[in-house]
């Protein structure tokens, strides 16, 4: 007889879908009285499916899972193993599989291969090609290495343990700190907005996975033309007619006209003679907080702050020719510290030059 020394468990644990349709319900959570002479396929099925239902309840993963198969599994041999089926046999292959225990899935029988590991054959250490393996065919495997920082140390060879936890550490602190990044990014994108439109923006929503790019995709996507609502930006035929004459007073655009949405206003070249006043220039520092500013830390997004940078400069009314003299303001921190050294007294300093060197230095 083969009996559990997991922790004893009732029939209450629910069937594992993968199995509901290959064990016997009557003899389902039966396991202690489970025969090694039984050659029922749904009943082998039910011992099979109330193990896995176990392991998952005790949340099992690596040499854990290893111990409890090689204990739960005691004395079975192909045979029975077999009597299952082959779909079943399959799931619990991949069962293991999915939760650190190395099972080849090629085309040899799979009976083999668990009686090997209950006959002794040690703990496989993982390879860094099955990890990566394992992370793009198993969706389970993946969110275990993702979330558990014991996972892969668990899995692979003593020596490596130490080394992978702080690898792991490491990374979990940068996602951590793109996270917040983000939310700062999002928080600060949502002012400008508000500023811009005199209007209260609903924050977008970020889950820990939303890059940088696709937040700024989303922020400049309420900018777009199509995406203003209509009672905002397209005064009423009375309301034109209040303000008309005002608007025909009203000087062009200080930048050229473009073609479609762009994400970034086309970069106009400066020249000597283009200076903005001191108030201009104060005016602008005491509109771009620090936050507001381009650092040249990894998770700066440059484009994003250049193009607050512009249109704070719009509201003061710097144009487009006077932006070389005035790039200074829209640095901090790294990105400040090598400007002064690096670009500041060289030549070119045009407003295009200054912001490709400080793009290629810090983004490539």
């Not at 035929?237 to 949405?261: C, V």
């Amino acid at each position: 007889m083969a009996q559990s020394q997991t922790s004893e468990l009732t029939a209450s644990l629910p069937v594992p879908e993968s199995f509901r349709k290959y064990i016997d319900p009557i003899t389902w959570g039966e396991y202690p009285h489970f025969l090694l002479s039984e050659r029922d396929s749904g009943r082998v099925c039910s011992y099979i499916g109330y193990m896995v239902a176990m392991w998952d309840n005790a949340d099992l993963y690596g040499r854990g899972v290893w111990q409890a198969f090689r204990r739960d599994f005691e004395d079975w041999d192909a045979d029975l193993f077999n009597a299952a089926g082959a779909k079943p046999l399959g799931i619990l292959r991949d069962y293991l599989y999915d939760h650190g225990v190395y099972v080849s899935k090629d085309r040899d029988r799979i009976a083999p291969k668990l009686v090997a590991i209950i006959d002794g054959l040690p703990f496989h250490y993982w390879t860094q090609e099955e990890i990566d393996c394992a992370q793009t065919d198993s969706q389970i495997f993946d969110r275990l290495t993702r979330d558990n920082i014991d996972f892969i140390p668990d899995i692979v060879t003593p020596s490596q343990r130490a080394q992978m936890r702080e690898a792991i550490r490491q990374r979990q602190r940068a996602e951590k700190q793109q996270e917040e990044e983000d939310q700062r990014l999002a928080q600060l994108l949502q002012r400008q907005l508000a500023a811009n439109r005199n209007i209260s923006l609903e924050s977008p929503r970020l889950s820990p996975r939303t890059s940088q790019s696709q937040l700024a995709k989303a922020i400049f996507r309420q900018q777009s033309p199509q995406h203003i609502p209509q009672d905002q930006d397209a005064p009423s035929e009375q309301k034109q007619d209040i303000f008309s004459h005002h608007f025909e007073q009203q000087p062009q655009s200080r930048y050229p006209p473009t073609q479609g949405w762009q994400q970034n206003p086309p970069i106009v070249a400066s020249s000597s003679d283009t200076q903005p006043s001191p108030r201009q220039l104060t005016d602008l520092a005491k509109l771009l907080t620090d936050d507001m500013r381009y650092s040249g830390e990894m998770y700066d997004v440059f484009d994003l702050k250049l193009r607050i940078f512009r249109d704070n400069c719009d509201k003061v009314g710097i144009t487009a020719q006077q932006l070389g003299p005035a790039f200074s303001i829209m640095l901090r921190g790294k990105a400040a510290t090598f400007y002064f050294q690096r670009i500041c007294g060289s030549s070119p300093r045009d407003f295009a030059s200054m912001i490709q060197r400080v793009r290629n230095h810090f983004e490539n």
